[in-house]
T-cell receptor, first 116, second 112 residues
Framework: DAGVIQSPRHEVTEMGQEVTLRCKPISGHDYLFWYRQTMMRGLELLIYFNNNVPIDDSGMPEDRFSAKMPNASFSTLKIQPSEPRDSAVYFC???FGGGVGVTEAFFGQGTRLTVV | GENVEQHPSTLSVQEGDSAVIKCTYSDSASNYFPWYKQELGKGPQLIIDIRSNVGEKKDQRIAVTLNKTAKHFSLHITETQPEDSAVYFCAADYGGYQKVTFGTGTKLQVIP
């Protein structure tokens, strides 16, 4: 398997524009996570899905952020409108729960978002 | 919710020496404690994890210890090598939920 695949790797956009980040999890994994990484706040969990259903979105910073998982092999994180403070590296990760408790999360390479 | 504190934030060691990173957590219901290594430009990658039913786990040059009573756990890297240079994150779960809270990270530099 190619691992978790994120696109784009880098995104530069102007303030006010819509940004869409994409993620393809590892085949067979039933959990998908979106994280944001900044120097100030470290690695923050934004939202996670189980079997394509959002379980916990308490980390989503505000209504400008939304995430979807229309099927088991694809998820998007959308920011509309984007602001300079949204500049960060966004990671997608997936894991296989298997009913054994918390398990290893496999991370993608991340999308570095810069909002100017 | 879970709060994970990690120390030190930066650590420099000579090649061949040992490195120790310590973390504390707040939720007594936490049972899963992974450690991730993040190299520059990459996503974090699991290097070792421990569950609450054991006190220590070892994998070659890395080991993790857990003290549930004191709510702290540590990562030990022996015989450090330049390729160990990276940022290391500890994490703890939310008492059974399939999610973890990460510590703030330790930037380890191994000096050849």
């Amino acid at each position: 398997d190619a691992g978790v695949i994120q696109s784009p790797r880098h995104e530069v956009t102007e303030m006010g524009q819509e940004v869409t980040l994409r993620c393809k999890p590892i085949s067979g994994h039933d959990y998908l996570f979106w994280y944001r990484q900044t120097m100030m706040r470290g690695l923050e969990l934004l939202i996670y899905f189980n079997n394509n259903v959002p379980i916990d979105d308490s980390g989503m910073p505000e209504d400008r952020f939304s995430a979807k998982m229309p099927n088991a092999s694809f998820s998007t994180l959308k920011i509309q409108p984007s602001e300079p403070r949204d500049s960060a590296v966004y990671f997608c990760a997936s894991s296989f729960g298997g009913g054994v408790g918390v398990t290893e999360a496999f991370f993608g390479q991340g999308t570095r978002l810069t909002v100017v | 919710g879970e709060n994970v504190e990690q120390h030190p934030s930066t650590l420099s060691v000579q090649e061949g020496d040992s490195a120790v990173i310590k973390c504390t957590y707040s939720d007594s219901a936490s049972n899963y404690f992974p450690w991730y290594k993040q190299e520059l430009g990459k996503g974090p990658q699991l290097i070792i994890d421990i569950r609450s039913n054991v006190g220590e786990k070892k994998d070659q040059r890395i080991a993790v210890t857990l003290n549930k009573t004191a709510k702290h756990f540590s990562l030990h890297i022996t015989e450090t090598q330049p390729e160990d240079s990276a940022v290391y994150f500890c994490a703890a779960d939310y008492g059974g939920y399939q999610k973890v809270t990460f510590g703030t990270g330790t930037k380890l530099q191994v000096i050849p």
